[in-house]
């Protein structure tokens, strides 16, 4: 696992002075978010849609810069996209969701979490928050939304960003034999799920301080009920051919940046969005895992800086 950065040492020291005072796991855990989230230069907030209430980041400071919206993917929130955001936030506007089900938003097992539900629901907080038109970037399932937005609503997309993105599985990975043995990974169930979890999708970890992992597995624990059902929900949408057929619908330029250590959607299943969309640049990234905006933060910001800045020619299909 990588050391701590230089600017997480200040972190590891509130934390323990934290301990020593005798903060709680989960006051510890207020904190250290806090303190990333604010270092980052983002804010939380909330925002009722309809019956939901949804949980989001937002720039401390707007700028004159235009909105980037991210959207997270299964069984993680909006938090996944601090670090990579804190890249950011001095020339745009950074719009991160707690996806419904996911971290501090509504989590009804009622609801519907099929991929097109909650494309549904991402338009509704967008319209919500006065946004009409942005830059979308996704993961894994984030990534799916993220790309049946773009072939829904053409003309509220910029651009597209997929990292690692779910909806095509051409080519099996390891998470699917793990599934088909009986086992889930990617759903915590009992103490030690989440470290296994996290080695699981990541190639190169980060430094998470404690007591993050402790936290976060309490949460994930508390939420099994939900990420089960949300689960299936992604996989019977997730395996139909038509979300493949509306790939050719997206307008807007598409970018792919996918780890070759994929051990939970393989990258191989890029040729597929690359074969669909008609404008696409893609970037297979050696040593990562399926979360590269969490692994290698400062180059996934470069990449989204770049692709939005420059975008590919109209029609192009570029592999880097």
């Known amino acids: 696992m990588a050391q701590p950065p230089p600017q997480l040492r200040l972190l590891l020291c509130l934390l323990l002075i934290l301990t020593l005072n005798g903060c709680s796991r989960q006051e510890l855990f207020d904190k250290a978010m806090a303190w990333e989230r604010s270092s980052a230069g983002l804010t939380v907030d909330k925002i009722e849609v309809g019956e939901l209430s949804i949980s989001y980041l937002h720039n401390q400071q707007a700028n004159d810069g235009p909105t980037l919206v991210m959207l997270h993917g299964f069984g993680g929130n909006k938090d996944n996209w601090v670090r990579m955001a804190g890249e950011l936030t001095d020339q745009f506007n950074v719009v991160a969701l707690d996806l419904p089900g996911h971290g501090d938003s509504s989590k009804p097992l009622t609801l519907g979490y099929r991929l097109e539900d909650q494309v549904g629901y991402v338009h509704d907080t967008l319209a919500a928050l006065g946004e009409s038109k942005v830059h979308l970037l996704g993961n894994s399932m984030g990534g799916a939304i993220t790309a049946l937005y773009a072939a829904t609503y053409p003309d509220q997309v910029h651009s597209a960003s997929l990292f690692s993105p779910a ?78 057929d509306r790939l050719a619908d997206i307008q807007a330029p598409v970018m792919l940046v996918w780890g070759r250590q994929d051990r939970v959607i393989d990258y191989r299943n890029a040729e597929v969005f690359q074969q669909r969309i008609n404008t696409t640049v893609t970037h297979l990234l050696d040593d990562i895992g399926h979360v590269p905006m969490i692994e290698t933060p400062d180059h996934s910001a470069e990449l989204v800086r770049a692709f939005i800045h420059t975008p590919p020619a109209a029609g192009a299909t570029v592999i880097r």
């Open 167 to 244: 909806g095509v599985f051409k080519y099996d990975s390891e998470l699917v034999t793990r599934i088909e043995e009986g086992q889930n990974p990617l759903i915590v169930s009992q103490p030690g799920d989440m470290e296994r979890l996290v080695a699981f999708v990541m190639s190169d970890q980060p430094f998470v301080p404690w007591p993050i992992y402790d936290v976060m597995e309490q949460q994930a624990i508390a939420n099994r009920p939900v990420y089960e059902k949300i689960f299936l929900a992604i996989r019977d949408s997730g395996y139909d051919n038509a979300f493949r």
